[in-house]
């Protein structure tokens, strides 16, 4: 599967972005997607992941009541949803896709993803 992140830009603190990922192939709806950020300096981290049929998310702390994920297995596109941003959202935001069985901690500790996207640049000013 090929994917292709956008929606990322500048936007002021307190402000909102969505971030698109589309992906390529017939099998979307069959793969668990996620978000992952990497910030100047710092290792990539996890932000969000969705399982395949959207019935499971899961998001790291920094997001938690800010950020939504969610999908589209009609349109092969996953969303992040992201309001009340913050300076330390700066990051580049790239999408990921797993096609094994959902991993929760495996994806928390930045593993288990297969395939990834170029990523998008989010850039919060304060």
């Known amino acids: 599967v090929q994917l292709q992140a956008s929606g990322g830009g500048l936007v002021q603190a307190g402000g909102s972005l969505r971030l698109s990922c589309a992906a390529s192939g017939r099998t979307f709806s069959t793969y668990n997607m996620g978000w992952f950020r990497q910030a100047p300096g710092k290792e990539r981290e996890f932000v969000a992941t969705i399982s395949w049929s959207g019935s499971t998310t899961d998001y790291a702390d920094s997001v938690k009541g800010r950020f939504a994920i969610s999908r589209d297995n009609a349109k092969n596109t996953v969303y992040l949803q992201m309001n009340s941003l913050k300076p330390e959202d700066t990051a580049v935001y790239y999408c990921?896709?797993?096609?094994?069985?959902?991993?929760?901690?495996?994806?928390?500790?930045?593993?288990?993803?297969?395939?990834w996207g170029k990523g998008t640049q989010v850039t919060v000013s304060s």
């Open positions: 990921a896709a797993d096609d094994s069985t959902y991993g929760r901690s495996y994806y928390r500790s930045g593993g288990g993803m297969d395939y």
